[in-house]
């Protein structure tokens, strides 16, 4: 086998997906995921034409480096004998800051920006950052063939009306405290997937794409351009996420620091990992859990709610972006993919908008699949799955040729 390979790796949180791609045609050799990282029940799925792997249990309480070297060194090297088959390694990373705009081969000077603007990624871009570092000990010869792909790049052209917020104009120039956006990557696949599926010119594509996952976001698209999204400075701005607040009064904090007395790294905890699905269902961050309760349990019936209520607002502010133009709105991501009640609950609330389901569509689901939801008088409705994997693979051959 003399395949030429991509390694693709795409750190969350507590999650690591990857994937192995054939640079010529673009298929796809390997797909994996590592769940639950430093957590009990670590484990790692992979899947190759001929081989399914399914929740392969790795040591308890597996660090990211740890899940990393286990691809590499047991799934590539023994298992597959595929490890001199990868000639270049893309990696996502959220956020890029002031100073990164596109995809870009990674040097030095790409490794302290990344770290840099860690600030503003706080969950997302060390990890993003240890995948690249730990990546390029494992394959030092792959040094110069290693590429950043930046969620924030999807938002380079939004306008000023919407990137700046209203504090004092001087915090944006000297601190660069501005919209950065994030979740951009899956939003770039979801505008190119839905202008295929609905045979138009990307150039004049109008969406409004819900990527609704453990992060949450809307991003509004106009000729192919984002022009408004509802991550902020940082992606703790927006939606309600599983464990992220979303969208809150900044007094808020002012209150718990001046009232409540935390500290100022409580409050930043309580924001970023407590609140959310999790703070609001005071079970768990798993949406399924409140989705299957929704009808004999107030809490879950609240958090699910209260999910669907916050995207309503986000879609019907940005529909009036783009109105008549619209093409489609799409929902995409682990709860957009598969809620069938957050679907429902959500587009019967747009109803004044001309949006309306097929329930017997919406009913149908389909993991990895990409079906239409909508009646046949409403604005089309997609669900569309994801592949940020697959848009970071085109990014680095790109790069690399
Ligand atoms: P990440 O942002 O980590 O990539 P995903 O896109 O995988 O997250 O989404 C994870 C979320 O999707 C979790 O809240 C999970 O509960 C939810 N989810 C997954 N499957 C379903 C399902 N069948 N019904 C409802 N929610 C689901």
Same mark, same amino acid.
Request: glycine residues 2%; charged residues 30%; proline residues 3%.
């Given at each position: 086998m003399h395949k030429k390979l991509v390694l693709i790796i795409n750190s969350g949180s507590s999650s690591l997906k990857f994937l192995l791609i054939n640079s010529k045609n673009y298929k796809k050799f390997l797909t994996g995921i590592v769940e639950c %990282?430093? %957590?009990?029940n670590t484990n790692i799925s992979w899947n190759t034409k001929n081989i399914s792997i399914k929740n392969f249990y790795l040591k308890s309480y597996t660090t990211h480096q740890e899940a990393l070297e286990f691809i590499v060194?047991?799934?590539? @090297? @023994?298992? =597959?004998? *595929? +490890?001199?088959? &990868?000639i270049a390694i893309g990696h996502r990373v959220v956020h890029g800051g002031k100073e990164i705009k596109n995809s870009v081969v990674i040097d030095l000077s790409i490794i302290n920006i990344i770290k840099r603007s860690s600030c503003f990624a706080p969950l997302h871009n060390p990890v993003n950052l240890l995948g690249i570092t730990t990546l390029i000990k494992i394959f030092p010869s792959l040094r110069k063939k290693n590429v950043a792909v930046f969620?924030?790049? +999807? $938002?380079?052209?939004?306008p000023e009306t919407a990137y700046l917020y209203g504090i004092p104009y001087i915090f944006y120039k @000297? $601190?660069? &405290?501005?919209r950065y956006g994030a979740h951009g990557i899956s939003h770039s696949y979801i505008m190119k997937k839905s202008a295929e599926i609905i045979n138009k010119d990307i150039k004049s594509i109008n969406i409004i794409s819900c990527h609704l996952g453990n992060g949450a976001s809307v991003s509004v698209i106009k000729n192919g351009i984002c022009i408004d999204t509802s991550m902020g400075l940082t992606p703790s701005e927006g939606l309600v996420m599983g464990t992220r607040s979303g969208? *809150?009064?900044?007094s808020i904090i002012f209150y718990l620091y001046e @009232?409540?007395? =935390?500290k100022i790294k409580e409050i930043k905890d309580l924001l970023t990992r407590k609140s959310g699905i999790l703070g609001l269902s005071e079970v768990t961050s798993d949406f399924r859990f409140s989705e299957k309760k929704y009808f004999f349990d107030k809490k879950a019936k609240r958090t699910v709610d209260i999910f669907s209520y916050k995207l309503v607002k986000y879609i019907s502010s940005y529909f009036f972006l783009i109105a008549k133009e619209i093409d489609a709105l799409v929902f995409t991501g682990g709860i957009g993919e598969n809620s069938i009640l957050v679907r429902k609950l959500t587009v019967l609330q747009l109803s004044n908008l001309g949006f309306e389901l097929c329930e017997k569509f919406n009913n149908k689901n389909g993991f990895k699949s990409n079906f239409r939801i909508s009646s046949k008088k409403s604005i089309p409705i997609l669900v569309i799955s994801t592949d940020e994997e697959l848009e970071i693979a085109k990014e680095t051959i790109r790069l690399i040729n």
């Open positions: %990282l430093y %957590l009990k060194n047991d799934v590539l @090297k @023994k298992k =597959m004998n *595929i +490890f001199n088959n &990868i969620d924030t790049s +999807f $938002y380079q052209k939004l @000297k $601190y660069g &405290i501005r969208d *809150i009064d900044p @009232k409540v007395n =935390m």
